[in-house]
């Protein structure tokens, strides 16, 4: 028979399927709850080989786990929820429910095509109100809690089309529909107050075991950043510093705080910077003389995005507020103020100093406009010659970068010589007894802009009441449904598709009763995807999002397997999620997912990243096809390290078919009889110890490519000795191999070819007639090993030069020749003999010596 993996995959699917043997109850006597995770994909109608790269070898582990023992539950569902779906609906005039749920249809048979050991009965989908019934009443629950609010935000505004756009229709600042430049628009938009955990989620980043590179994302992300709150005094300019100095009235309008992390630094600022949109400009007006050239600058910055506003390959771009002055607090310097969208408003106070010599930004800012540079820090090489008092150093482009690193202070008075590190405690100390400092702490975190002008979302809960304000839906009036609409098109005013439907914005106040309106902005998506892990413990509850004790049963998540564009998105989102749910005592755990780890990217054959342009996209229904669904898993798994990623080399998955008809060609033949003759080897049977050690250590590190390796080593050795015997009993196909080393095989195989395996197991391990579940293959035990047998013999290797003994030394048995001779060549003993000789020739005697004819 020959190894035909269409016929037997199909037939195992259905049966497994048939069977439900996948169905993870929520407690098995004597086993142990595993909650494996993969991301839920969106229904965008076709798994791709990145979705492959993620659930094959991400089956792998909770198979493995199944195996060794746990109450494994694997669940799926489906992201459904989002812009692609109303794209379609505009486009093709498909409604984006009827387009979701085909998708779904086509990718639960493509899912299904990969053998995975999915809990189909928990499957989850996001668009389904008895879904986003909860997603609502989370909303709910944030609100009460005092996490929600609405404010003005800025929109991408596309002006052609009178439409605010996604994100996502905005690449590169033009309309994805007429390609005109889209600008910003300031909309009422609905916020989560995420930024209320910032440290929380800092602080507990450390006990997970997650990517570092992940956790380092996070961080950075919320950016936490210590430093000191400096006042500035105003001054007027007209008027000579000494008198502005001695002026004492002081109000908060005449004072402009800046943050700072180098308070170490502020004799050697010599401007200070203002965001645009900073307050105190408009306090300010009447004593600005160049006001009408500020204000067309203050205008121009608001066309720009945060991002164009801060990147370092833009040129920054300013004005001076001609007539305002400030006052530097450690030196009574007087100096000038600018406005510059460099500096971000929402971030620290909106205000800066700038210190040119030592921040780059500042530096080019000051070059181009020919502002002062004082150097202040010099590093601790120079330390030597540092003068006690050097004269101001003015910019004269000499100056090319600037020194951003720690050392001693120079031009700053008392604090001359100092170390920067002291000096940054000192001058903080010094001005806060001034009242003209103190310490603060910020995050670069913002809160969670959560409301999309959308129609293919969760309707947010609110209704508008003109006497009320602001109320929230009654929780028994949940789930607010999502009409079905015709007109997918926003309004021209940038509100949802949905504003234009009558009967969904009326609706009676639920305070007073009154007539009053539903908010018709939509939930992100992402809003969505952070809480649907928590669902699939209880997916079809509806009296509540998910009961206590399955909770308690299932979650935190044991280990979630996703892609790592999601580092700071929904890793972070959820995160928050569950921090809020705890707070509010519907789940016992600080975070959800404690082992995190992401698959690497598969590239195209030529090495480029797959796209539809470049025709190098691999189709995995079409690999299916050709070589089976086993195949493509184990090749996935072999590509390369997991967390790596790799080429999809077709000669590859070829060599991996190859591999699994040999190992069916094993069994394959096998007689009845000779077959249980036992023919064990000492050699044959501390390689199979060896590689189920080997084996069971890598996938539980996810490291899949090397375990393959070793069964691959496992095979060409039991293939060797199952022709051999054959050889000796001269008959073709006359097999003898201990059956106990080819069930050994079977089980460590079974993770990566589950249909292969199964087949194998069927017809010559259990030879049953009839399919019982506690007969399959992944219903057993994974192998154990014996310590014993796998610690390897220690032997003296005996080294000779032309016959004589010239050295000995502790080396494995089964040491190879290659190895003996590169290991006797590197002892420093044996260059006495050999060193400028030429080896003519080695005798190796394997587990005893080797001699060098020189
Ligand atoms: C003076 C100074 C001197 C600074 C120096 C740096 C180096 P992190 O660590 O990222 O928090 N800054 C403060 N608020 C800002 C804003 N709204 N927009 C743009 N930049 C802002 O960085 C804090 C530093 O970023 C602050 O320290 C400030 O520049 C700048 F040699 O103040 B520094
Ligand atoms: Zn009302």
Not at 52 to 69: I, S
Not at 418 to 447: F, N, P
Request: hydrophobic share 35%.
């Amino acid at each position: 028979m020959q190894y035909n993996p269409n016929k037997i995959e199909k037939k195992w699917q259905k049966i497994w399927d048939k069977a439900g043997i996948y169905q993870a109850p929520d407690k098995i006597e004597g086993k142990k709850n595993f909650y494996h995770l993969v991301m839920f994909p969106y229904p965008s109608g076709d798994l791709h080989i990145g979705h492959w790269y993620n659930f094959a070898p991400g089956d792998v582990y909770a198979r493995f786990k199944r195996l060794q023992g746990f109450n494994v539950m694997s669940p799926i569902g489906f992201d459904a929820f989002g812009l692609p779906a109303e794209n379609a609906a505009i486009r093709h005039k498909i409604d984006p429910k009827t387009w979701t749920y085909k998708n779904i249809e086509r990718m639960r048979k493509q899912l299904k095509s990969i053998g995975t050991i999915y809990d189909w009965s928990r499957e989850v989908i996001s668009c389904d109100p008895k879904y986003y019934k909860w997603t609502q009443w989370m909303f709910l629950q944030f609100f009460k809690k005092g996490l929600v609010y609405k404010k003005k935000a800025s929109a991408n505004w596309c002006s052609n089309c009178q439409s605010i756009l996604a994100n996502e229709q905005a690449e590169e600042g033009r309309c994805w529909r007429c390609e005109s430049q889209v600008g910003q628009r300031e909309v009422e938009q609905w916020f989560f107050k995420i930024t209320k955990y910032a440290e929380d989620l800092l602080k507990d980043l450390k006990d997970l075991n997650w990517p570092e590179t992940t956790k380092m994302m996070q961080k950075n992300w919320i950016g936490k950043s210590e430093g000191t709150e400096i006042k500035f005094q105003i001054s007027d300019s007209q008027l000579p510093s000494v008198i502005a100095k001695m002026e004492k009235k002081e109000s908060s309008s005449t004072l402009i705080d800046v943050f700072t992390t180098r308070s170490d630094t502020l004799f050697g600022c010599t401007y200070l910077v203002l965001a645009p949109e900073h307050p105190i400009i408009n306090n300010l007006k009447s004593q600005i003389s160049n006001l009408k050239f500020v204000e067309k600058y203050i205008e121009d910055s608001k066309k720009k995005t945060e991002r164009e506003r801060v990147s370092d390959v833009k040129e920054k771009t300013g004005v001076e507020l001609k007539g305002i002055g400030a006052i530097n607090p450690v030196n009574g310097r007087e100096i000038s103020v600018w406005v510059a969208d460099y500096v971000l408003y929402h971030y620290g106070t909106g205000a800066i100093m700038a210190v040119p010599a030592h921040d780059q930004r500042d530096l080019d800012f000051a070059e181009k406009y020919n502002l002062p540079v004082i150097e202040v820090i010099r590093s601790d090489s120079q330390k030597k010659e540092l003068p006690k008092r050097t004269p101001l150093v003015v910019s004269d482009g000499r100056l090319k970068k600037a020194y951003e690193g720690e050392g001693y202070l120079l031009n700053s008075g008392r604090f001359d010589g100092m170390k920067s590190e002291t000096a940054r405690e000192r001058i903080g100390e010094w001005l806060s007894k001034k009242e003209r400092a103190k310490k603060d702490v910020y995050y670069k975190l913002r809160d969670w802009l959560i409301s999309r002008q959308r129609y293919w979302g969760a309707p947010i809960p609110m209704v508008f009441c003109k006497i009320c304000g602001w109320q929230p839906v009654k929780e028994k009036d949940l789930p607010v449904l999502l009409p079905e609409i015709r007109d997918f098109q926003p309004t021209k005013e940038g509100k949802s598709p949905l504003a234009k439907v009558k009967s969904f914005v009326g609706i009676p106040c639920p305070k007073c009763g009154d007539p009053a309106e539903r908010e018709t902005d939509t939930m992100d998506t992402f809003v969505c995807s952070s809480w649907y892990y928590l669902r699939y413990s209880d997916p079809k509850n509806d009296k509540a999002f998910a009961f206590e004790q399955k909770l308690k049963t299932w979650l935190p998540v044991t280990i979630y397997i996703g892609g790592a564009e999601h580092a700071v998105l929904h890793l972070l989102y959820s995160r928050f999620f569950n921090k809020v749910l705890k707070e509010l005592d519907f789940v016992d755990f600080k975070e959800p997912f404690s082992r995190l780890c992401h698959q690497g990217i598969i590239l195209g054959p030529d090495g480029q990243k797959m796209s539809k342009s470049r025709g190098n996209v691999v189709d995995p229904d079409t690999q299916v096809a050709k070589y089976g669904s086993d195949a493509v898993r184990m090749y996935l798994c072999f590509m390369g390290p997991y967390n790596q990623g790799g080429l999809w080399n077709p000669k590859g998955i070829e060599g991996i078919v190859r591999f699994l008809t040999r190992v069916w060609n094993l069994f394959d033949g096998l007689k009845d009889k000779e077959e249980e003759t036992q023919n064990k080897s000492e050699k044959l049977e501390r390689l199979v110890h060896k590689t189920i050690k080997k084996v069971e250590e890598d996938i539980e590190n996810l490291k899949f490519n090397t375990a393959i390796s070793a069964l691959m080593i496992l095979v060409n050795q039991l293939t060797l000795n199952s022709e051999k015997k054959s050889q000796i009993s001269n008959g073709a196909g006359n097999k003898q191999l201990a059956k106990n080393y080819l069930k050994t095989l079977l089980l460590l195989l079974a993770p990566f070819a589950p249909h292969l395996s199964e087949e194998l197991w069927q017809n010559f391990i259990i030879r049953g007639s009839k399919f019982e579940i506690q007969n399959s293959i992944h219903n057993q035990p994974w192998p154990k090993y014996d310590q014993k047998l796998i610690k390897e013999k220690i032997i003296f290797l005996i080294v000779q030069v032309n016959g004589k003994v010239r050295d000995k030394f502790e080396v494995e048995a089964d040491i190879t020749e290659k190895k003996a001779k590169e290991l006797a060549l590197s002892q420093k003993k044996m260059w006495k003999w050999t060193a400028g000789r030429e080896i003519k020739k080695v005798i190796f005697v394997p587990g005893k010596l080797i001699n060098f004819v020189v």
